[in-house]
T-cell receptor, first 115, second 113 residues
Framework: EADIYQTPRYLVIGTGKKITLECSQT?????MYWYQQDPGMELHLIHY???????EKGDLSSESTVSRIRTEHFPLTLESARPSHTSQYLC??????????????FGAGTRLSVL | GQQVMQIPQYQHVQEGEDFTTYCNSS?????IQWYKQRPGGHPVFLIQ?????EVKKQKRLTFQFGEAKKNSSLHITATQTTDVGTYFC?????????????FGKGTLLTVNP
């Protein structure tokens, strides 16, 4: 089992609040990712990072922002939550390097509900 | 951009029946990976295929990568209730980033005991 942790697991919050979803991994992986997934639906890449101080927007436009100040930590922030942000957010990491090593390890996810 | 199509979207089987999900890419892939997500869980890596025509087996699961490296399949023999979940394929293109995966929409498998 991979050592990648997300907190909180569940979050119910009111509209307009600022939230930060935490993601940490202890594997020393350079590459980290955030996906958004509605129940039973496909995975949408919203942010990724190739290493410290490197962040890129993913394929799905998102109002969230990310930072990568430390290798092990990749938090996602919503400045003003809205009901349309209700979803599951999955964090993942991969070791990078050769193609063979680019397996993604996922955290347990944060289920966000914005009322 | 690269697209990865996956069919069927849903499959319901009786326990003991076989199951197959198919993955097709609009472009040639460097590799294909398969993940399984149990209901309420997170995706977990199953296997990676890299070579043209490659076939790999994990107990009752058989994975294939097409000769043109544009399609792949996952076949489960004699399904069990523990096989329930969504199966995702994911691939990379040779010219794309080594680190970004394009996921298919997944196939949800339900098994009637």
């Amino acid at each position: 089992e991979a050592d990648i942790y997300q907190t909180p697991r569940y979050l119910v919050i009111g509209t307009g609040k600022k939230i930060t979803l935490e993601c940490s991994q202890t594997m020393g992986h350079d590459k980290m990712y955030w996906y958004q997934q509605d129940p039973g639906m496909e995975l949408h890449l919203i942010h990724y990072s190739y290493g410290v101080n490197s962040t890129e927007k993913g394929d799905l436009s998102s109002e969230s922002t990310v930072s990568r100040i430390r290798t092990e930590h990749f938090p996602l922030t919503l400045e003003s939550a809205r009901p349309s942000h209700t979803s599951q957010y999955l964090c993942a990491s991969s070791p990078g390097g050769t193609l063979i090593k680019n397996i993604q390890y996922f955290g347990a996810g944060t289920r966000l509900s914005v009322l | 951009g690269q697209q990865v199509m996956q069919i069927p979207q849903y499959q319901h089987v009786q326990e003991g029946e076989d199951f197959t999900t198919y993955c097709n890419s609009s472009t040639t892939l460097s590799n294909i990976q398969w993940y399984k997500q149990r209901p309420g869980g997170h995706p977990v890596f199953l296997i990676q295929l890299v070579k043209s025509g490659e076939v790999k087996k994990q107990k009752r699961l058989t994975f294939q990568f097409g000769e043109a490296k544009k399609n792949s399949s996952l076949h489960i023999t004699a399904t069990q209730t523990t096989d329930v979940g969504t199966y995702f394929c994911a691939g990379r293109t040779p010219r794309g980033s080594n680190y970004k995966l394009t996921f298919g929409k997944g196939t949800l498998l339900t098994v009637n005991p």
